[in-house]
């Protein structure tokens, strides 16, 4: 079963403060992305990992954004000091056990910055 | 660039129409194209692969290489086709390109 658990599932902060978001595999995948979506685009890819290890992190919008996986398990995203312009629905996905570029996505956590 | 291109952000059919989602993408290789469907409140999901060469909830989709389009077709619409629709081209790192996607509604 390729299931993904994602909390908060709406997170409101001031600007300038820290928000971390959580992504919880149900059963064990090598492969976890993380993707941004924003209103009227789909979805963008931010980082992703292979296990524990982050092999992508170029992609993440800026220095204020990181990524973790400590036990190749659950993943979490951090924005410091978060800014207006970071509203929006952040996703979790995970690659399927078959090897193909298929992914299942998590119901996401959305984020509202005030 | 690299990209996946949804022309239209809104299509409006009757039900029972026929309907076709346009994708064109602009990568080159051996392309890897999805349709993922995102119903009101419900996460996003697969729809159909290309390499499955399927029929998903009655939507069927061709890649054609010398058009570099995927384009999504269903030949009867149904109310419950109502929804967001992405086009996506899998990535070399397992990732997926989103185009910006399609809201499709179906009248009834």
């Known amino acids: 079963d390729t299931g993904v658990s994602q909390d908060p599932r709406h997170k409101i902060t001031k600007r300038g403060q820290n928000v971390t978001f959580r992504c919880d595999p149900i059963?064990?995948?090598?492969?976890l992305y993380w993707y941004r979506q924003t209103l009227g685009q789909g979805p963008e890819f931010l980082t992703y990992?292979?296990?524990?290890?982050?092999?992508?992190k170029s992609r993440l919008l800026s220095d204020r954004f990181s990524a973790e996986r400590p036990k190749g398990s659950f993943s979490t995203l951090e924005i410091q000091r978060t800014e207006q312009g970071d509203s929006a629905m952040y996703l979790c996905?995970?690659?399927?056990?078959?090897?193909?570029?298929?992914?299942?996505f998590g119901a996401g956590s959305r984020l509202t910055v005030l | 660039a690299q990209r996946v291109t949804q022309p239209e952000k809104l299509l409006s059919v009757f039900k029972g129409a026929p309907v076709e989602l346009k994708c064109n993408y602009s990568?080159?290789?051996?392309?890897?194209l999805f349709w993922y469907v995102q119903y009101s409140r419900q996460r996003l999901q697969l729809l159909l692969r290309?390499?499955s060469r399927e029929s998903i909830k009655g939507f069927t989709a061709d890649l054609n290489k010398g058009e570099t389009s995927f384009h999504l077709k269903k030949p009867f619409a149904q109310e419950e086709d109502s929804a967001m629709y992405y086009c996506?081209?899998?990535?070399?790192?397992?990732?997926?390109?989103f185009g910006k996607g399609t809201k499709l509604s179906v009248k009834p």
């Open positions: 059963s064990e995948h090598n492969r």
């Open positions: 290309h390499i």
């Open positions: 990992f292979q296990n524990e290890a982050q092999l992508e």
């Open positions: 996905a995970l690659r399927g056990s078959s090897g193909a570029n298929v992914l299942t």
């Open positions: 996506a081209y899998g990535g070399s790192q397992g990732n997926l390109i």
């Open positions: 990568y080159s290789g051996s392309p890897e």
